[in-house]
């Protein structure tokens, strides 16, 4: 099994930046694709950021040029910076990892949001 932990969401004012951190712990052989997703109110979920073990990232074009992901493959870490906040990238922000495990089983695991608003 894979656990995954969130920290970072809060209010932010417009224009303002906040970084998001989800740390995995548990039964991990290797950690492949590291996501961060979002669901706002009344939206479905949408893929925001991703990050490769190789380090490649894609970004949603909603946030591309004001959110930044990174990942840290010694600590099993992946964090989301992000910088020009608008009220429209206010939602419960999820962590999302493919992993294989020790006993090479693949995987999804998901964190347990934290959510971001962004109001003035």
């Known amino acids: 099994q894979v656990q995954l932990v969130e920290s970072g969401g809060g209010l932010v004012q417009p224009g303002g930046s906040l970084r998001l951190s989800c740390a995995a712990s548990g039964s991990i052989f290797r950690i492949n694709a590291m996501n961060w997703y979002r669901q706002a109110p009344g939206k479905q979920r949408e893929l925001v950021a991703a990050i490769t073990s190789r380090g490649t990232t894609n970004y949603a074009d909603s946030v591309k040029g004001r959110f930044t992901i990174s990942r840290d493959n010694t600590e099993n870490t992946v964090s989301l910076q992000m910088a020009s906040l608008k009220p429209e990238d206010t939602a419960v922000y999820y962590c999302?990892?493919?992993?294989?495990?020790?006993?090479?089983?693949?995987?999804?695991?998901w964190g347990q949001g934290t959510l971001v608003t962004v109001s003035s």
């Open positions: 999302h990892v493919r992993a294989t495990t020790t006993n090479y089983n693949d995987l999804n695991a």
